[in-house]
């Protein structure tokens, strides 16, 4: 297989809060993405603010740490050909509104800070973002 890569995958606190990881999770199967890793985790705020520091400079930052640290989130290491875009195309647009149908973010985010899922933007932020969550 050509270009197997990694990406980051977490649902975030609505999605898990709404009892989805099974039946995200199976989308992912469905997609061809392995589930690599998988760990459920409750981050602290501070953990959350690492985490998401490239946003830092966003009028939106405090809250979107704090909704991060809200509630248990499920991390996973996702692998598959091309799966950093694939799985960017998967989740569909950051606001739901402007989602495409069977995206994840269409079928199930609430708003644009609740959207449900979030996935590596490229192959370089992967590894930074996998190395984050489960660095050994
Ligand atoms: P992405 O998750 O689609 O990569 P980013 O621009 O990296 O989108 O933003 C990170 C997260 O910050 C988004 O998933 C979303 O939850 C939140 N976010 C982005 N833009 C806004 C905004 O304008 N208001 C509130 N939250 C936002
Ligand atoms: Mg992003």
Redesign the pocket.
Known sequence: MNNVEQTLSII?PDAVERDLIEEIKSIFLKNNFSVKEFKKIHLNKEEAAEF?K??QS?P?YD??CS?LASGPIAVMILEGENVVSKYREL?G???PKDAKENTLRKMFGIS????SV??S?SIENAKKEINFFFKN
């Open positions: 975030k998401y490239v946003h966003k939106f809250s979107l909704y989740m647009s950051t606001n644009i800070d609740k959207n979030h996935g933007d």
